[in-house]
Each structure stands twice: as structure tokens, then as C-alpha cells.
């Protein structure tokens, strides 16, 4: 005869009216298992929420079944035993192993079959569900908040919650304030910031300094200027701002000046895998030197590149980057403009600030009228999304897709607004190298044009590539060597070979 363990679990937390209270739950039960004529060895009782694993009384009804003591499970509906996928699978697999024989709902039927597991799996699925939908609840319930201005977390720091809505926090928030001044001014880092907190007594709730990700984090934090960033989408808010969005943007501006001094430390050594040292043939390496000026209290760093002297003796000496980067810069740029391409660039180059001005406006209006459809886009799809003929999901993908497409759009237009139209496709190379810390792409460039880099004496040569860039070189005679190789300096810098007559006379 099985032996049923009774199971009743109630959480304080469960919203849902319909299920009953533990007692009734008990009084069910014995019913139940009366009418059926089932032995109970064991009643036990959890008052604790099943939507995450590790209730420790629904252990012990495992382990008594694992034990042996018992081999049957006696409960009110399956949504009593589990409301996730763990402590299903714990039944399911209980019933699998054959230490589990039986499952007996007055709410459910169950059958130890392959159907009944199956039916079984789904009511358990049909709980997660449940539990699930609640917690989507709750987010559409924040949405909701959220599109009314409201926010739905804990208010952020310099400011309180007071009666559900957000107020200033008049100690905390006049230094919040002061932080993004001294921090857009560029001479802070996030531990000035920090320090500027501490010397004014301005602690984390706990009374401890704050931390360095959260000085970040208020500094990069759109709320201060009025906007929530909830969920990785924007909203605006309806609390009153510490700081004006001009304030903030200059903020980011200076963090992301201070990211890219990071990342551009991996582009420290642009130049390894490209020359070989002309005496030994060894690979050159890159070093990274920090000087301290003791006088004015500054450090800067410099990069050496130099024979590895891994292939023996050699007495080669290092160079400077600053050397090697002028220099593949000149080599560059001897194959980068086709005659054909020299009076364009004399005339580009010859251009006055108008034209170019001319230019980029008309660059800028396009993006702008861009700008304007994709907010158009963006209100249309809201309308959609309220009118409910756009799921939620595709509205957040669509949208941040188009948030993406508009904060692009508008870098775009900064950068034209800043830097001038982009120049014609067949000068990149000479934009290259012209342009100042380019060297990654310098680097990518010189691979392109040329082959067999060599450093001796701290001189670089390479040998131009097949297919245009050899016969472009060749237009300048003194480059000529033996052997193919070019000495890449010789060469002065303006070199009047650009002007070759194939332009005048073409074909
Ligand atoms: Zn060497």
C-alpha cells in the first residue's frame, strides 16, 4: 500500500484569493485521502512562496520520499508543489526513478503514466506561468509608472522618496550638483569626486564613502537632468531636475574622454607585427616607458619600438613611436593618391572654408531630414504599441533599434558639423596619413600599400605592393633602389610626383 506524505503550502505573499488557507487545505486533504481510502503518514505544512527553489519543509518531503519513509505525495493542486522548473523536474524525476509512485490531487487528476507525467509537466509549466505573468505584471505595472513620469525603484541618491513620489534631498543633493560642476570642468576624476563627497560628509546610506562604480554611476546618470533610464529605455520624468542637460552632456563628454584614454592603451603597440629590424631581421616589440616630471608634477609616457634581438647579436638601437609613425606616414602617403587623383585633391584641397562649409550642411540636412523620420517612426510604433497591434516585445526590439539608427544619426552629424564633409573615397589613404593618432589605421594602411617593412639605423623601407601601388611609387625616380626595396625618406614629403601629366592627358 502507498504511502502518501500530505502537502499544503500556503505563502502570506500569494495574492491569489482562491486558493484556500493551510487549515482548509489540511481539512481538504483528510477528505480526501477518507474518501479515497489513503494512508497519510505524515502532514506537513510550509507557509512559503514556491516561485523560487529552497523551501526547506518541501526538502523534507523529498527526503522522506528519497528515504523510503514514503512513496506517495498527497497535495491540493500541483501549483502547491512546485511554481518553478526545479522543483518539478525534482517530482518528475522522482516518479522517473520509481521512488515516487504516486500523486494524489482532490483538485487534479494524475496518473503514474507516460501521459499523466506529461499532464503533470504542464501543470507545473502552467504555474510557472502564473508566476511568471505576475512578475510581467509588475513590470508592465513600472512601464506603466514610468510612462507617467513616475519612478518605480528607490529614489536615486541626492534625492528621497517621501509619499510614493520623489523629492530633493536638500542635504545631499546641492553637493550632487556641485559633483557634476567640478567633474565637467575636466580636471576631476571619479576619486576627486569621491573625496570632494567625503570632505563634505556625504555618505552612502550605510554611513561609508561611496563607492567608485557609484560615483560613476551618478555622473552618468540621465535622472539628474530630468530623464529616467529605466530598463535600458528613456523616459521622462516628472521629479524635479539637479542639473541642466547641457551640465550633464559635458559630463559624458569627459567620461568618454576618459574611456577612450583605456581603450586606446590597447592600441599602444600598432605597429608590432608589421616591421622587421633591417640588420637581423628579428621582430621588433614595443615598450612602454612613464616618466615622471618632478618639476611639474606630471607624468608622460612614451613607446619605444626596437630589435627583439631574439636571432643573436645585433646593434640595432631603439625608436621613437612618434619617429616610426612619421616615417610610415611618408610611405603611406607616396601610394596613396593616383596621379589621376592629384587634381582633385589640389582643388579639394584648394577649396575655400565656404564650399566646404557648403558641403557639410547639405550633408547635415540630409541626416537631420533622417532624424526626423525615424521620430516618426518611433511615435508610430508607439501608436501601434498602445493600440496593442505591436507586441511589447517587437515594440522594445523595433525601438531601440530605432533609438539606436537616432543617437547614430545625430553622432553623425556632430561629427560632419565638426570635422567638415567627408573627403572623397580615393584620398582616404591620405587622410590617413595626415591624421593625427590614426596609427591603428595607419598601421592597417601600410600593410595594404606595402610589404617587407624594415627598420635599420632607425630608418624604415619598405617594398610596394603589386597593383597600383608599385607603378604610384615608381613615379618618383629617387625612390628607386636595388632590389626592388625603397628607402621610404629619401623622399621629401611634398613630393611633386602627385602632379604627374596622366591626369592632363588621360587615356
Ligand atoms: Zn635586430
Redesign the pocket.
Known amino acids: 500500500m502507498i504511502k502518501y506524505i500530505a502537502y499544503c503550502r500556503k505563502s502570506t505573499d500569494e495574492p491569489d484569493r482562491q486558493i484556500l488557507s493551510i487549515e482548509a487545505q489540511v481539512a481538504e486533504l483528510e477528505e480526501h485521502a477518507a474518501k479515497e481510502g489513503l494512508k497519510i503518514v505524515s502532514f506537513i505544512t510550509e507557509s512559503k512562496t514556491a516561485k523560487e527553489p529552497g523551501r526547506e519543509k518541501f526538502a523534507e518531503v523529498l527526503k522522506e520520499i528519497e528515504d523510503g519513509k514514503a512513496d506517495g505525495i498527497l497535495s491540493w493542486h500541483p501549483d502547491r508543489l512546485a511554481r518553478n522548473s526545479v522543483d518539478g523536474g525534482k517530482i518528475i524525476y522522482l516518479l522517473d526513478t520509481g521512488k515516487l509512485l504516486d500523486l494524489k490531487f482532490p483538485s487534479f487528476w494524475f496518473e503514474n503514466t507516460p501521459q499523466g507525467k506529461f499532464m503533470l509537466n504542464i501543470a507545473f509549466g502552467q504555474s510557472k506561468y502564473y508566476v511568471d505573468n505576475l512578475s510581467e505584471n509588475v513590470k508592465r505595472g513600472n512601464r506603466q509608472k514610468l510612462r507617467r513620469g513616475e519612478w518605480p525603484n528607490q529614489a536615486q541618491f541626492g534625492y528621497i522618496n517621501i509619499n510614493k513620489k520623489i523629492e530633493v534631498d536638500k542635504k545631499r543633493a546641492k553637493y550632487v550638483q556641485k559633483a557634476f560642476q567640478l567633474f565637467a570642468t575636466g580636471g576631476y576624476g571619479y576619486a576627486d569626486i569621491r573625496k570632494f563627497f567625503n570632505q563634505n560628509k556625504i555618505f552612502n546610506k550605510s554611513g561609508h564613502e561611496l563607492h567608485l562604480d557609484k560615483v560613476k554611476r551618478i555622473l552618468t546618470d540621465p535622472f539628474y537632468y530630468g530623464v529616467m533610464k529605466f530598463c535600458g529605455e528613456l523616459y521622462e520624468g516628472n521629479h524635479p531636475p539637479l542639473i541642466s542637460k547641457k551640465l550633464f552632456d559635458k559630463c559624458q563628454d569627459i567620461v568618454k574622454l576618459k574611456t577612450r584614454k583605456v581603450k586606446n592603451n590597447k592600441h599602444l603597440f600598432d605597429f608590432l607585427g608589421l616591421v ?7 621582430a ?1 616589440t614595443a615598450e612602454k616607458h612613464t616618466k615622471y616630471y618632478n618639476r611639474t608634477n606630471r607624468t608622460a609616457e612614451y613607446i619605444y619600438y626596437r ?3 631574439k ?1 643573436g647579436n ?3 638601437k631603439y625608436i621613437d613611436k612618434g619617429e616610426i609613425e612619421k616615417q610610415l606616414k611618408e610611405i603611406v602617403l607616396r601610394a596613396s593618391l593616383p596621379p589621376h587623383a592629384a587634381k582633385k585633391f589640389l582643388e579639394w584641397a584648394d577649396k575655400d572654408a565656404n564650399s566646404e562649409k557648403g558641403k557639410s550642411s547639405g550633408i547635415i540636412s540630409t541626416y537631420q531630414l533622417q532624424l526626423k523620420e525615424t521620430e516618426e517612426k518611433t511615435d508610430r510604433l508607439l501608436e501601434g504599441y498602445l493600440d496593442k497591434i505591436v507586441s511589447p516585445e517587437d515594440y522594445q526590439k523595433k525601438k531601440n533599434e530605432l533609438i539606436e539608427t537616432k543617437s547614430l544619426l545625430n553622432s553623425k552629424i556632430k561629427e560632419v558639423s565638426q570635422n567638415g564633409a567627408e573627403l572623397n573615397s580615393a584620398l582616404s589613404a591620405h587622410k590617413i596619413a595626415r591624421a593625427k593618432n590614426s596609427c591603428h589605421d595607419l598601421s592597417i594602411m601600410a600593410k595594404t600599400v606595402g610589404s617587407n617593412f624594415f627598420l635599420k639605423d632607425r630608418r624604415l623601407s619598405a617594398s610596394f605592393k603589386k597593383g597600383g601601388f608599385d607603378a604610384l611609387s615608381a613615379e618618383a625616380p629617387a625612390c628607386r633602389q636595388g632590389g626592388g626595396a625603397e628607402s621610404a625618406t629619401s623622399q621629401p614629403l611634398s613630393s611633386p610626383y602627385w602632379l604627374g601629366d596622366r591626369d592632363s592627358n588621360p587615356n
Request: charged share 20%.
Open positions: 622587421k629590424c633591417g640588420e637581423c631581421g628579428g621588433i630589435c627583439s634581438k636571432m645585433c646593434s640595432q
